[in-house]
Structure formats: structure tokens, C-alpha cells
């Protein structure tokens, strides 16, 4: 029987629909069901029409709209799938809550566009209970296909517990420093690294050694450092604590 599919878009970029979509018939030529999605479709309506069996999330709460959007859409739905970093614990969107020079001007686009910028930017998971977290910005393709298959055929979804520098296959002696010769890191525009060795130990800062894995340490073979987007490994392994205690934490803080 297929499942009934929906995805929403929060504050995100559409890149995590757009892995979604690369996932390609492996899940839409059977088990799926696509019954709200104003990018999947072509179809614009924030109305739900049909019951959700499972609901995929991209972005963070970015805006009032957003908050309103998921609790609108959270009695329809079953299951929650949060798909990207932005979803699973607030990725790049959370930079709009640091302080920076454009402060002055924050939220000003968006005011132009009938929006509010929400008071704390944040995962959906301060307002919605997620199931599933596929982290990565945006996650590769064939973890997607791998969960929501399992999702659908009553399997467990699969684990990756091991880190980008578990995949890493750049010859390194395991002594790469904490705190860069010089006190300071090189960058990639200054001098170009050796492709083979490991950036670390060439004194380039790479987020390998915490990041979880999955995605194959793409950047790394196309000789960039990893950035950390699929997010900490510690997270990884404690996602359902984590997600609670931030919960709390969250609702706590919009008071
Ligand atoms: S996780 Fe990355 S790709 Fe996905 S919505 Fe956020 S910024 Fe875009
Ligand atoms: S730190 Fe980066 S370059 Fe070095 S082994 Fe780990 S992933 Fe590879
Ligand atoms: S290597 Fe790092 S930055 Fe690149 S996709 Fe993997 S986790 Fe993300």
C-alpha cells in the first residue's frame, strides 16, 4: 500500500527538496504517495487535503509563517521526517541569530515580503515531535533513499555512527594538531593542498574528525576541508536526548 507523503518548506534554500527529488523513482515510481507539497507538485496550497503518513520537514523556523504553517499541518500527520541540517538542529538558518553587522537591518526583506522574522530561529522540533532526523546540508541522495525506504517497508532506519574521517581515505600518522602551527589555519585560497595528505596535518582546519559520516567525504575528494554540515557526531548518537532537551529549552526561551 503506498504512503501518504507530504513536505513543506520552512526557512530553507530548496536544496534538500532538490536531493529529495535526485532520490528519483527509487521511491516515487511506488511506495509514495505525494499528497501536499507546493514543490513536489504542481500545485500552490498551504491546505491540507489528505491524511499524512509521513511528513518531511526542510528548513528552520525562520519566520512567524513557518511557526504557523507546522502547527497548522501537525494534526494531519503521523510521522515527521526532519530532512537537512536546517530541520534537524537549525544549520546555516541559525546564523540569522548571531549577532552581526547587518543587525540593524535584520528581518528588513522579509518585512518586505509580509513576513516576521520569528524571535528565536530554531528546528522545527521546538514545536513538532520529529521521528527521523537525515542531517547534511543538504543530505546526500541515497541516505534519503535508504531511510525513507526503510520507512516504508517496516524496517529500521539505518545508523551511521562513524565520522567524515571514517571515509576519509588521505594518507595521514594520526597526530594532526588541535591548535594550527602559528596559531593560525591556512585557507584554501592561500596555497593549495596536497590532495593525498590530510588537511589537518597540512595545517588547513577540517571538521572530519567530529562530523558524522554518510556522505562519502565528498568534499574531501573534490580537495576541499570538511565543514561539519551533516553536524556533530555526538549529535548524531544522542539526537532523541538532544532533541528533547532543546525542546524544552527552546519553548522555554519564547516565553
Ligand atoms: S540544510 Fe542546507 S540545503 Fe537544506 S535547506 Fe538548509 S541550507 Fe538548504
Ligand atoms: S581531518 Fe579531514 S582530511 Fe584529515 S583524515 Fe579527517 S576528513 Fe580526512
Ligand atoms: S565532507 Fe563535511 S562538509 Fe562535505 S558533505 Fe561531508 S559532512 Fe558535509
Not at 498551504?46 to 511528513?55: Q, R
Amino acid at each position: 500500500m503506498a504512503v501518504n507523503v507530504s513536505t513543506i518548506q520552512l526557512g530553507g534554500c530548496s536544496g534538500c527538496h532538490v536531493s529529495l527529488l535526485d532520490v528519483g523513482k527509487a521511491i516515487f515510481a511506488g511506495g509514495i504517495n505525494v499528497v501536499h507539497s507546493y514543490l513536489l507538485m504542481d500545485k500552490v496550497t498551504d491546505t491540507i487535503e489528505a491524511e499524512t503518513d509521513l511528513l518531511i520537514i526542510e528548513g528552520a523556523i525562520l519566520t512567524n509563517k513557518d511557526e504557523s504553517l507546522l502547527r497548522q499541518m501537525a494534526p494531519h500527520v503521523k510521522k515527521v521526517l526532519a530532512l537537512g541540517s536546517c530541520a534537524c538542529f537549525g544549520g546555516i538558518a541559525c546564523l540569522g541569530n548571531l549577532k552581526s553587522p547587518f543587525k540593524g537591518n535584520k528581518g528588513n526583506n522579509l518585512k518586505e515580503h509580509g513576513h516576521k522574522l520569528h524571535p528565536l530561529i530554531c528546528s522545527p522540533k521546538a514545536f513538532i515531535d520529529i521521528d527521523f532526523f537525515v542531517p547534511g546540508c543538504p543530505p546526500p541522495a541515497d541516505i534519503i533513499r535508504d531511510t525513507i525506504l526503510a520507512l516504508i517497508e517496516g524496517r529500521p532506519v539505518p545508523e551511521i555512527a562513524h565520522t567524515v574521517c571514517d571515509e576519509c581515505v588521505r594518507e595521514r600518522n594520526y597526530k594532526a594538531p588541535s591548535i594550527p602551527p602559528g596559531g593560525k589555519w591556512k585557507t584554501l585560497l592561500e596555497e593549495a593542498p596536497d590532495p593525498k595528505k590530510c588537511f589537518l596535518e597540512q595545517g588547513y582546519l577540517c571538521l572530519g574528525r567530529q562530523t558524522i559520516g554518510g556522505c562519502n567525504a565528498g568534499c574531501i575528494k573534490a580537495n576541499m576541508s570538511c565543514e561539519g554540515c551533516r553536524g556533530p557526531i555526538f549529535l548524531y548518537r544522542n539526537f532523541r536526548k538532544f532533541s528533547d532537551k532543546e525542546k524544552g529549552e527552546i519553548l522555554k526561551c519564547l516565553k
